[in-house]
């Protein structure tokens, strides 16, 4: 069975090509550019989510990703930031998410994240 990725990004070039990078790589991918995916997260039941830090409709991926980490049905679900902020690592660390994506990044990177992540 194919591992789940909800994708959530903030740019919609970057989130075609993750998209169909992942698609390729055997993912079944879940993307959005809003975080409309996350309130139905129970349907989706994703092994992954990949959030971007900016987002649309005024929510940051830091606070997607602590109400996941904080909910009892979702906090073990694996959980990755993505930015392009200088402080990732630490606030990737502060919000709990499990790990972190760089951008620009390169692509077998990202596919590895979210393989060690799923």
Known sequence: ??????LIQDDEDILEIM???LTD???D???SLTTEPIENIDKIEPDVVVVDEHIGGGKKGTKVIEELKSDPETEDLSAVLTSTSYDLPQTAKDCKADDYIEKPFDLDHMVDVVKNNS
Do not use: I, L, P, W
């Open 19 to 21: 998209d169909e990078v």
């Open 29 to 31: 991918v879940t993307s």
């Open 25 to 27: 790589e055997g993912f």
């Open 1 to 6: 069975m194919k591992k789940k990725v909800v």
